[in-house]
Nanobody
Framework: QVQLVESGGGLVQPGGSLRLSCAAS????????IDWFRQAPGKEHEGVSC????????YYVDSVKGRFTVSRDNAKNTVYLQMNSLKPEDTAVYYC?????????????WGQGTQVTVSS
């Protein structure tokens, strides 16, 4: 069964850290670009970070640059989002998305999301 599962969310105080995991089963995550998105109540879906499948290049939205780091562990078929210096405005449900195109056919998988709450 093809599945993406996020974990690692929770409640943290401002300035704290969390590490989100995006674990794949049923397919090899190594060849996929992985995007992290988030959605806060009343706000639009926002792209947070992306790591490419081929060369591992990472990209970040300006609001998280210098605080978030995306990485992948191919042996564990997992991608991580390390979030440091968290702010209340980082509160959202975080989703990972795995994407690649194979012979013109897009393959696109989503996880169920994990809640991150930053509050004192």
């Amino acid at each position: 069964q093809v599945q993406l599962v996020e974990s690692g969310g929770g409640l943290v105080q401002p300035g704290g850290s969390l590490r989100l995991s995006c674990a794949a089963s049923g397919f090899n995550l190594n060849y996929y670009a992985i995007d992290w998105f988030r959605q806060a109540p009343g706000k639009e879906h926002e792209g947070v970070s992306c790591i490419s499948g081929r060369d591992g290049n990472a990209y970040y939205v300006d609001s998280v640059k210098g605080r978030f780091t995306v990485s992948r562990d191919n042996a564990k078929n997992t991608v991580y989002l390390q979030m440091n210096s968290l702010k209340p405005e980082d509160t959202a449900v975080y989703y990972c998305n795995a994407y690649r195109v194979v012979t013109g056919t897009p393959l696109d998988y989503w996880g169920q999301g994990t809640q991150v709450t930053v509050s004192s």
